[in-house]
């Protein structure tokens, strides 16, 4: 999608999506020609259009199912994750965000100034949390794998509990998916 369509709210944009269940709960998986511009927990079409009020929704269709097979993969088995195609818009600081995310480790967690740092601006740790929560990707860029400097989790969009439901099974401490 380009930036000004992102901004316009996915003017211009055709985007499939459907749900899936998933051991988190219920997944919302949307995709453009180009890829995958949103994975969300508990949302449904009516978030679908206020996020993208510009777009036209389609239902299931093009290679979403191939994609949704591989969203439900990388939630299920993040240590194994698929590459898949992503199509998100972002500032130029929100896709380095988001670009150091990626370059977490499955098991380990970054805080903020450490994010901050890997993009070279120290300063700006309330602003790397800003973007790390502007992520539309969940899971599959791993903005729950980001704690506060103290050890806390922080928050996540999608509840507390999922992300420390996500960071136990991801550092083998089990809890999510039975064995």
């Known amino acids: 999608m380009t930036p000004s369509a992102w901004m316009n709210g996915g003017a211009g944009v055709s985007i499939y999506w459907a749900v899936a269940e998933t051991a988190l709960g219920t997944m ?3 995709a453009t020609d180009k890829g995958i511009c949103r994975l969300s927990f508990d949302e449904n079409e009516t978030a679908l259009k206020r996020r993208f009020p510009n777009a036209t929704l389609l239902g299931k269709g093009g290679s979403l199912s191939d994609l949704i097979d ?17 199509d998100i818009g972002g500032t130029d600081f929100q896709m380095a965000v988001w670009q150091a995310l990626l370059q977490i480790p499955v098991g380990e967690t970054r805080n903020y100034a450490e994010i901050a740092a890997a993009v070279g601006k120290p300063d700006a740790v309330r602003a790397t949390g800003t973007a790390n929560g502007a992520n539309h990707v969940s899971v599959l860029i791993p903005c729950h794998r980001v704690i506060r400097s103290d050890g806390g989790l922080g928050g996540y969009a999608y509840g507390l509990e999922r992300k420390r439901r996500l960071l136990a099974w991801e550092s083998g401490q089990g809890g999510l998916f039975p064995a």
Do not use: D, H
Not at 70 to 86: C, D, E, F, H, I
């Open 70 to 86: 591989g969203a439900v993969s990388a939630v299920q088995n993040p240590r194994q994750m698929p590459q898949l195609p992503l």
């Open 28 to 30: 919302l998986l949307a």
